[in-house]
């Protein structure tokens, strides 16, 4: 089972570019999420989802945008690059909202 | 809103030492508590968790077990090993599909 699958794991932008972060799971999952780590820090949830067509924010969620058109993929977009959103970001997701988090690698990005 | 609140580290213990991390939270509503490990270069795993007070969790001779009456969920291990050296995370999710993380605690074993 490949379960969560995050693509790229690095990247460098340059200020103001524009960028989509892909992932896909393969468990069926309702519950997708999006998540940034800033060093020495925990997760900061930017978006999730509870089903296809279905996205709300969480904590952090300007300079991104989601969309959910099919149950497996959760592409995160940042539009205009910016410093402040280099971190490590997580995709996941989960049966139920109170269920495990499957994590995908992670996505390291750098906006110089 | 909700938050989580976790005991600063790093935290560094000799192989075979008691392990207690600290973790308190508040929230409304009665959200499931989690504990995640991040081993490094990897994404979090689950390690345990508790859906309703009272539960305890356990998992690889960690425990923890849901207070609501001190809004606390504490990790601990009776003896530590060296493979256990991870960053340690508390969290709560709701039923809304909102989590709340804590900012990890660090623990190094030492032979």
């Known amino acids: 089972n490949a379960g969560v699958t995050q693509t790229p794991k690095f990247r460098i932008l340059k200020i103001g570019q524009s960028m989509t972060l892909q992932c896909t799971q393969d468990m069926n999952h309702n519950y997708m999420y999006w998540y940034r780590q800033d060093p020495g820090m925990g997760l900061k949830l930017i978006y999730y989802?509870?089903?296809?067509?279905?996205?709300d924010k969480g904590e952090v969620p300007n300079g991104y945008n989601v969309s959910r058109s099919t149950t497996e993929d959760f592409p995160l977009r940042l539009e205009l690059a910016a410093p402040s959103q280099t971190s490590v970001y997580f995709c996941a997701s989960s049966e139920g909202s109170k269920e495990k988090l499957f994590f995908g690698s992670g996505t390291q990005l750098s906006v110089l | 809103g909700n938050s989580v609140t976790q005991m600063e580290g790093p935290v560094t213990l000799s192989e075979e030492a008691f392990l207690t991390i600290n973790c308190t939270y508040t929230?409304?509503?009665?959200?499931?508590l989690f504990w995640y490990v991040q081993y490094p270069g990897e994404g979090l795993q689950l390690l345990l968790k508790?859906?309703?007070?009272?539960d305890k969790g356990s998992n690889k001779g960690f425990e923890a077990t849901y207070r609501k009456e001190t809004t606390s969920f504490h990790l601990e291990k009776g003896s530590v090993q060296v493979s256990d050296s991870a960053v340690y995370f508390c969290?709560?999710?709701?039923?809304?599909?909102?989590?709340?993380f804590g900012d990890g605690t660090t623990l190094t074993v030492k032979p």
């Open positions: 929230a409304t509503g009665y959200p499931s």
């Open positions: 989802s509870v089903g296809a067509g279905i996205t």
């Open positions: 508790a859906t309703k007070a009272d």
């Open positions: 969290a709560l999710f709701t039923n809304a599909g909102k989590s709340t």
